[in-house]
């Protein structure tokens, strides 16, 4: 039986105005943080267009306060103005000495794993690592995590598909769209042909998939799985519901038929139950 791991703690979030309740959402990393790579796209792009002062405080806060990253505040503290911490470059040489001690912990852990308890143990180590890497290391050291993970000789199907979402998410967040897609391809093959795609799985896969191809600006490709997905959305750790029908809306608006337009969007009651909380 495929289980859920429980050990990485999760932050806490609203309940959801709509989508349907997951098991493997429940499951899923926190990190990293889809929220916060959109508020740095906006630092990116909309700084000489809007006072952006709250958004580089809730930036440096999470980089900083939150996720004690060294190597995404080097990549984002331009962005940061007045916001950047004054004693910035000693806090991240205390988190990479902090981090080094930490992942020796978590790699004793799979040592320790190996010898005195079982698959089950080894791959709950092995996860801890990938998400702790995910939240406070670079990119390049969280897909090296999965990786490690993925090559696990007994991890069933399902974490695979896991895994391989978590990946993907790592990936997007750095804007590698093309490793992002190569990690949906893979989990999506493993869902179709090796037996791991249960229902949960398959509906949460739609989704990547959906928000991957609005990444790549394939609205027409897109549109078509976020209307399917309205019903069965339960991929909280992307984007938020109400975020989820505003990208269905904008993409469908552009591509859907009339009649379809009308029962499915203006009509829609998923879309409506929730057409209040949308700005």
Partial sequence: TDTTSTTTAKKPTKKKAG????????????????????????????????DTSDIQ???????????????????????????????????????????ES???????????AKENAGDMEVMDARVQIA????????????????????????IS?????????????????????VKSDNFIDQAQKIATEGGGGDW??????????????LLARDIKGAATLLIDCIATFSCNEV???????VYAILSNLLHLPRPDLKE??????EILSVATDIP
């Fill in 200 to 213: 949960d799985r398959r509906n949460r896969l739609k989704v990547y998939r959906a928000l991957s191809k």
């Fill in 131 to 154: 998400r702790f890497a995910a939240k406070s290391l670079s990119k390049d050291q969280a897909l090296d995590a999965y990786k490690d993970l993925l090559e696990l000789p007994k």
């Fill in 19 to 50: 989508g349907q309740p997951s098991a493997s959402e429940e499951g899923a990393s926190p990190y990293p943080d889809m929220q916060l790579h959109r508020r740095i796209h906006q630092l990116t792009v909309q700084s000489e267009i809007i």
């Fill in 264 to 269: 499915k969007i203006l009509d829609g009651p």
């Fill in 57 to 99: 405080t809730k930036v440096a806060d999470a980089v900083v306060k939150e996720l004690e990253n060294p190597t995404l505040f080097q990549s984002v503290e331009k962005l940061l103005g007045s916001a950047s911490p004054a004693d910035a470059s000693a806090k991240m040489k205390e988190f990479e000495t902090k981090h």
């Fill in 157 to 177: 199907s399902g974490k695979k598909i896991d895994a391989l979402m978590e990946s993907s998410r790592v990936a997007a967040f750095y804007g590698d769209t």
């Fill in 102 to 112: 930490h992942m020796k912990e978590l790699l004793a852990k799979v040592e320790e």
């Fill in 239 to 245: 984007c938020s519901y109400e975020e989820f029908i």
